[in-house]
């Protein structure tokens, strides 16, 4: 049996998951996601494949956040005709979150082209328009969780409920050729367990090769019930409307964000938080909440339903010129905004006009990938860059991870072992370098089997009760060394920042002119 597998995304960063799976008779993508982060990174989102979109035979897909599937709009551009597999409740997330990227890329698009034009810089073009993803969303076919489903010639897959998002799976994918067969299960992101809307992750025992997520592979977190994460919520808010400011948290759309109402108003029922408007100023997270609403009901929670509406605390500000209209409210609120790793959309406006007021206070509550603003953030930046601006950060800063919807280092190498035996080999992606170097050190330690960490654009051969080889390398579209690392864009921005503390610091303008010329005599040699 000859079959490859291409690892084209979230290789070194957590961002961009593809993998092209390839046999004598198909050739199945899983997962087609977008690139978040430094620019550099991100410019693999607008060049070619490192495939043929037409010759792909089908796509599976593990969950609907676009750092997933944020590619499938460019992949029906470039040719791909075939059937997108995913669960009902990705697909109905991936019709309210495909549309909303490629509308942000028409937006953002259009406002750094009037930058380019002040500049003499030329246009560009988005990745994808709306109508672009919405035309893609007819290729989605839906399976159900524990049902073989056929993909292409020889080829089968199943998906397990992976407790990340609503709708999120693992996928297990059989080859047959012949007289032979092989089992390649794919994570996919897998959640921590006990989450108000998801269960446990679960996936099948018995698979010859693990291609296994690594976002927190060297992270243990404190666990928490329900009640021991309303407490951290608690504490964090009182401390925000103690500092007399507005508080700002960058959410992901899809299961924090709807977690995060859920647990604030039930805090302000108990008066266990001072009460206040809410503000979710996405209309990415508003119409994700009416999918949850519809989940709910399904469900039988009439009661999770009932909170997700519009409410005299909870407010929804769709229309740009209400999210504009955030900037005239006094006294204590919350803003609910996206991203969550204040990458784009409208937590950038917010940012921008509450990062240098000390009152405020900004919350972070999920990963924050290197090279995104949320990581300047959380490291501690004094000056960031938005738009274009240079912006003082004088607010709190603050970081809450009970909400992660990923599982820590324990909780993966738990799910791994359950998963035994692993008859070939594990092969870590999703992750960045220590990340990576610490989950492979535990599941080395718990004897799983032969373990190895992915790099981008590399071939591997899987062969059933084989440990997994490197196959023929391929040249990069990035050096793996330079995946997960600030680019020059990121770095001069860092400069910026300090010659400006510098220049603020100088006792005089004497002082400042000498260091300005010190610096030209640098970069001149004269």
């Given at each position: 049996?000859?079959?490859?597998?291409?690892?084209?995304?979230?290789?070194?960063?957590?961002?961009?998951?593809?993998?092209?799976?390839?046999?004598?008779?198909?050739?199945?993508?899983?997962?087609?996601?977008?690139?978040?982060?430094?620019?550099?990174?991100?410019?693999?989102?607008?060049?070619?494949?490192?495939?043929?979109?037409?010759?792909?035979?089908?796509?599976?897909?593990?969950?609907?956040?676009?750092?997933?599937?944020?590619?499938?709009?460019?992949?029906?551009?470039?040719?791909?005709?075939?059937?997108?597999?995913?669960?009902?409740?990705?697909?109905?997330?991936?019709?309210?979150?495909?549309?909303?990227?490629?509308?942000?890329?028409?937006?953002?698009?259009?406002?750094?082209?009037?930058?380019?034009?002040?500049?003499?810089?030329?246009?560009?073009?988005?990745?994808?328009?709306?109508?672009?993803?919405?035309?893609?969303?007819?290729?989605?076919r839906a399976t159900a969780l524990g049902v073989w489903t056929d993909i292409a010639s020889g080829v089968r897959a199943r998906w397990w409920n992976a407790g990340h998002i609503l709708g999120a799976a693992s996928i297990e994918v059989e080859v047959r050729d012949g007289g032979e067969t092989m089992t390649v299960l794919f994570s996919g992101d897998i959640g921590p367990g006990g989450r108000r809307f998801e269960g446990d992750p679960e996936g099948p025992s018995g698979v010859d090769h693990l291609i296994l997520e690594s976002t927190y592979g060297d992270t243990e977190r404190p666990v928490l019930d329900n009640a021991g994460r309303q407490k951290a919520l608690a504490a964090e808010i009182m401390a925000a409307h103690t500092a007399g400011g507005p508080l700002l948290i960058p959410a992901f759309a899809v299961e924090r964000t709807q977690e995060l109402i859920l647990d604030l108003l039930e805090l302000m029922e108990a008066n266990q938080a001072p009460p206040g408007p809410i503000f979710l100023d996405s209309p990415l997270a508003v119409r994700a909440s009416e999918v949850f609403l519809n989940e709910a009901l399904a469900g039988g929670d009439r009661e999770a339903a009932r909170?997700?509406?519009?409410?005299?605390?909870?407010?929804?500000?769709?229309?740009?010129?209400?999210?504009?209209?955030?900037?005239?409210?006094?006294?204590?609120?919350?803003?609910?905004?996206?991203?969550?790793?204040?990458?784009?959309?409208?937590?950038?406006?917010?940012?921008?006009?509450?990062?240098?007021?000390?009152?405020?206070?900004?919350?972070?509550?999920?990963?924050?990938?290197?090279?995104?603003?949320?990581?300047?953030?959380?490291?501690?930046?004094?000056?960031?860059?938005?738009?274009?601006?240079?912006?003082?950060?004088?607010?709190?800063?603050?970081?809450?991870?009970?909400?992660?919807?990923?599982?820590?280092?324990?909780?993966?190498?738990?799910?791994?072992?359950?998963?035994?035996?692993?008859?070939?080999?594990?092969?870590?992606?999703?992750?960045?370098?220590?990340?990576?170097?610490?989950?492979?050190?535990?599941?080395?330690?718990?004897?799983?089997?032969d373990v190895r960490v992915a790099d981008l654009d590399s071939a591997y051969l899987l062969r059933a009760n084989a440990p997994i080889e490197q196959g023929v390398r391929a040249k990069p579209r990035i050096a793996p060394s330079d995946v997960a690392r600030l680019d020059w864009h990121n770095q001069r921005s860092e400069f910026m920042a300090r010659l400006q503390e510098r220049l603020d610091a100088a006792p005089d303008d004497a002082a400042r002119e000498r260091l300005l010329n010190d610096l030209t005599m640098r970069l001149t040699g004269v």
């Open positions: 049996m000859d079959v490859r597998l291409r690892v084209h995304g979230a290789a070194g960063c957590v961002t961009g998951s593809c993998m092209l799976l390839e046999t004598r008779a198909a050739s199945v993508l899983i997962d087609c996601g977008l690139f978040q982060g430094p620019k550099t990174l991100k410019a693999l989102n607008y060049g070619a494949f490192p495939f043929d979109p037409a010759a792909v035979d089908a796509v599976l897909l593990t969950h609907a956040h676009v750092d997933h599937s944020g590619l499938i709009p460019k992949l029906a551009l470039g040719g791909f005709r075939r059937s997108v597999f995913a669960t009902r409740e990705t697909i109905a997330l991936c019709g309210v979150l495909l549309p909303d990227a490629g509308a942000i890329q028409e937006m953002e698009v259009e406002a750094l082209n009037r930058r380019n034009l002040r500049h003499g810089k030329p246009e560009v073009s988005p990745i994808y328009s709306k109508a672009d993803a919405e035309a893609c969303l007819s290729l989605f909170k997700l509406r519009e409410t005299r605390w909870l407010k929804f500000t769709e229309r740009y010129d209400e999210s504009r209209a955030l900037e005239t409210i006094h006294g204590w609120h919350i803003i609910i905004a996206a991203s969550g790793m204040c990458d784009a959309g409208r937590v950038r406006h917010h940012l921008k006009r509450l990062l240098w007021r000390p009152q405020a206070s900004v919350m972070l509550v999920g990963y924050q990938a290197v090279g995104t603003l949320g990581r300047f953030l959380l490291e501690g930046r004094h000056a960031v860059r938005i738009q274009g601006d240079e912006v003082k950060v004088a607010a709190r800063i603050r970081m809450l991870d009970v909400y992660s919807g990923h599982a820590d280092a324990r909780g993966l190498v738990r799910w791994a072992q359950a998963r035994a035996p692993v008859r070939g080999g594990v092969l870590l992606t999703h992750g960045e370098p220590e990340s990576l170097r610490g989950l492979k050190r535990r599941l080395d330690e718990v004897g799983l089997g």
